[in-house]
């Protein structure tokens, strides 16, 4: 839980500084699966207490349909945008919420199809 505490203290210590946009960048990478699902929804509250603009880089397409209003795919390289996603969750809330809702499969499954990945 150690690793909690740290990124939630470099994300205060951010947040203090009063940007328009913070940029995050694989901001729980570093974090185990239950780690991630805390921290994101402790992200989300102080996200939207604040008003602020995230734009937040991940390849967790979980991640990004729990905690995005619009999610923008890209192509490989040269790196192209692909589609835009506006995602509209029913009754959305916290991030361990919106994976339960029942459109969340749907946009994980189009993005999905949409990053071509072959296994």
């Not at 990478?29 to 603009?53: F, H, M, P």
Request: with cysteine; proline share 4%.
């Amino acid at each position: 839980m150690c690793l909690y505490k740290i990124q939630r203290v470099a994300l205060i210590r951010t947040l203090a500084t009063n940007p328009d946009i913070l940029l995050l960048d694989e901001p729980y990478s570093a974090l185990d699966y239950q780690t991630r699902l805390a921290l994101s929804n402790d992200l989300y509250k102080i996200i939207k207490e604040e008003g602020k603009t995230v734009l937040i880089i991940t390849h967790d397409i979980a991640e990004a349909i729990s905690m995005a209003d619009r999610i923008v795919v890209l192509s490989k390289r040269p790196c192209k945008i692909k589609k835009i996603y506006n995602v509209n969750l029913t009754n959305k809330g916290l991030p361990i919420d919106n994976r339960k809702a029942p459109e969340f499969s749907i946009y994980y499954d189009k993005i999905w199809r949409d990053l071509d990945v072959h296994i």
